[in-house]
């Protein structure tokens, strides 16, 4: 794609409140031309409002959104050049296929030609182009999703906005749609803010993931950094499946102790009410006598591959990946490994992660 | 075990008359309900079915038949006559064509009128917010007041006086709107619009009268189209306000950000899809503007009289009614209805809206 495609869009300062009740909280961000980028959050975090800012279906309440140099904040939503996949999709029910993809180009006046070619070209992108006769009620709602992907790209916009678009599809389709957005993005070059309470989505998709909670923007980095290195609670807890365990206990020089277990970490420095992190994957099932965390199996469930064990350490829970062969029995005694490496470590009180 | 065995066995064994009084499968109706359901459906299709039938057959009956008795069988109890017919239609052509031509201009008038303002005000009552302030509708009120005591009482051209009063009026809204805290919504805006509806017609119908006659519309089409369009259109903004809200925002939304204007939205998106209840909104107000009477009484003598007057003025005159001849005009009038009702029938029709959004 030409370059003039590929724009900039920056937040700065956004907030944005209904009456008293505030939803988005001075966001600064800024996104780099054909970049993918996911807002990721729960509902309520702000996500959708967000994008819906810079749609221009929203005004923020103070600070400004800039597509490229334009400062868009208080511009019409269609001077914006950017376009918009809804959760819905939100397809015209009375118009057929390639009526509803030649939308966007019908109501700014291109010519017949100019359209129906057009019209080819993005429904091909997506597999419609069987399809143009059909009406929206006659297709799979995977195939109204790409109706709806091919009406956004067929006008090459400036800015891609999604909204949730894969979460009214079923598990299978949702994996092999996510493999071809990711695959499009790439082809087009075209920048794509994209809205989603999937963390699985947001880590394949993306190049860089911004997670906000109530409003305030939590981290923003690539999803290895993420993964590897979350700036909070908040985020080690939203991020990775099964979740990241969490073990309330006291830091004494850099060794975490509970009752039921103790761990030497890379963390120097001391804390009453600390929170230990350990992935289920970066702990291990002990033989040894000294094991870092003794208790008993409270379950253990048979996932394919492996076999997820939670543990109850005097009262406290410990989840951990075993082998898929793991044999025991809910009651048995266990014990529990993890290197000082995987350890991550929280502020009980604040969140703040501890370095 | 046992016990719920010896229940399943019990169901199995009930009688003839239990099963009577028991629903055969979940959705079914038992038997003893269907027939309670199916007569109490006859009885009524009866009550509406009958007073149409008496009017057709009366219809074809001749002065001396009405007069002598009831009969309801024709060939068999009276021989049709077409007697009523020939008066009406041939002899009295123009008088009944010049009312059927006026009702069907001023109904048709007024329903494109009614819908086309209705829907336009009910779509925007849908999509805006209006926060007109409490305050404000106060000064403008009182101001009409006073600028109307000040006319009558003092006698100065009400023109001059009016001007002033709305020149002060927006001065005034400038100076205190920021004083003004109590806001109104749209759903109060709804509720003025539906209780001009409430307000019975025969309270304004003077008023009405001696406006009209002051301005030259008494006995004109438009007078009257304009009359019909006032009356129904709370009925248009109440009806198609629902019919708006239940399209899904995201719709109109994409639109928007795809570049198309509102009125373009309103045009190529809303309306298409909002056409089963257009089409019902647009068939209840025809009929209710075909049927009306009241202001058609006070405000139509000759020139614009519809066929509602025509029905009426069979009852004049000191021959007593004139069944045979009002039945006539009643069949002519009915068939219009009946006509537009099957025409829309297929535009009402449900699932317009499938594969819009999910599901």
Not at chain 1, 315 to 344: C, R, S, W
Not at chain 2, 277 to 299: H, K
Not at chain 2, 309 to 324: E, F, P, T
Request: aromatic content about 10%; some cysteine.
């Amino acid at each position: 794609m030409s370059s003039s495609n590929r724009a900039s869009v920056t937040f700065d300062k956004v907030a944005k409140s209904f009456g008293s009740v505030s939803v988005l909280e001075e966001l600064t961000l800024a996104v780099e031309p054909g970049e993918f980028l996911v807002l990721l959050g729960a509902s309520g975090s702000g996500k959708t409002t967000a994008l819906r800012i810079l749609a221009g279906l929203e005004t923020p309440s103070s600070g400004h959104v800039k597509i490229g140099e334009t400062n868009v904040t208080e511009m019409l939503p269609k001077y914006r050049n950017v376009a918009m996949v809804f959760q819905s999709y939100a397809l015209y029910p009375h118009k057929t296929v390639g009526e509803n993809i030649g939308f966007p180009l019908k109501v700014r006046g291109v010519g017949e030609a100019e359209m129906k070619a057009a019209i080819f070209d993005a429904a091909r992108q997506v597999e419609l182009d069987p399809l143009l006769d059909r009406y929206p009620r006659q297709l799979s709602g995977g195939q109204r999703q790409r109706v709806a992907l091919a009406r956004a790209i067929v006008r090459r916009p400036a800015v891609f906005l999604m909204d949730e678009p894969l979460s009214n599809l079923d598990a299978k389709l949702r994996g092999h749609m996510r493999a071809e957005l990711k695959h499009m993005q790439h082809e087009l070059g075209i920048t794509t803010i994209y809205v989603t309470h999937d963390q699985i989505e947001a880590m394949t998709l993306a190049h860089r993931v911004a997670i906000l909670e109530k409003g305030v923007l939590q981290q923003l980095a690539t999803p290895r950094e993420i993964y590897n290195n979350p700036a909070n609670l908040f985020v080690a807890g939203f991020i990775g499946a099964p979740p990241m365990n969490f073990l309330k206990g006291t830091l004494k020089d850099g060794l975490f102790e509970m009752k039921g277990g103790r761990l030497g970490t890379s963390v120097k420095g001391s804390l009453e009410h600390a929170t230990l992190g350990i992935r289920p994957e970066d702990a291990q099932i002990s033989t040894k006598k000294a094991a870092a965390f003794t208790g008993h199996i409270y379950t253990n469930e048979l996932i394919g591959d492996h076999t997820l064990v939670t543990a109850d350490i005097d009262g406290q829970m410990l989840t951990v990946k075993a082998p898929k062969e793991f044999a025991g029995a809910p009651g048995d005694a266990i014990g529990i490994d993890a290197p000082a490496n995987a350890a991550y470590l929280f502020d009980a009180s604040t969140g703040a992660r501890l370095r | 075990m046992a016990e719920i065995n010896s229940s399943f066995q019990h169901a199995n064994q009930r009688t003839m008359l239990a099963r009577f009084f028991e629903q055969p499968s979940v959705g079914k109706m038992a038997p003893a309900t269907a027939v309670l359901v199916y007569t109490i459906l006859a009885l009524w299709t009866l009550f509406v079915i009958f007073p149409l039938y008496w009017v057709l057959i009366t219809s074809f009956k001749l002065p001396q038949t009405v007069n002598e008795g009831p009969f309801y069988i024709p060939f068999v109890d009276f021989t049709p006559s077409l007697h009523a017919w020939n008066t009406l239609i041939v002899t009295n052509f123009a008088d009944t064509v010049r009312s059927f031509f006026n009702s069907m201009v001023i109904a048709i008038g007024s329903t494109l009128f009614c819908v086309g303002v209705g829907s336009m005000a009910a779509y925007a009552l849908a999509r805006i917010q209006y926060k007109p302030k409490l305050g404000s509708i106060l000064v403008f009120v009182l101001l009409l007041i006073g600028a109307t005591i000040i006319t009558v009482a003092a006698g100065l051209d009400w023109k001059i006086v009016f001007s002033a009063a709305l020149a002060i009026f927006f001065l005034l809204v400038r100076a205190l709107s920021k004083h003004f805290t109590k806001q109104l919504t749209n759903n109060d805006i709804l509720f003025w619009i539906i209780s001009q509806r409430i307000l019975p017609p025969i309270v304004v119908i003077i008023p009405i009268y001696m406006m009209f006659q002051s301005i030259g519309l008494v006995d004109t089409h438009v007078g009257l189209i304009l009359a019909y369009a006032c009356a129904n259109l709370p009925i248009v903004v109440w009806l198609m306000h629902d019919f708006f809200a239940a399209i899904p925002i995201e719709m109109e939304e994409s639109a928007q950000l795809d570049g198309a204007t509102r009125l373009y939205i309103f045009w190529d998106i809303v309306l298409p899809l909002t056409r089963p209840g257009l089409a019902a909104t647009t068939l209840l107000t025809m009929i209710l503007c075909w049927n009306e009477y009241l202001l058609a009484v006070f405000l139509s003598t000759s020139n614009a009289q519809t066929m509602p007057i025509l029905v009426a003025a069979m009852n004049a005159g000191d021959r007593g009614v004139l069944w045979w001849s009002m039945c006539v005009v009643i069949v002519v009038m009915i068939v219009p209805v009946i006509a537009m009702a099957v025409i829309l029938q297929r535009f009402i029709a449900k699932g317009v809206l499938t594969g819009a959004v999910k599901g």
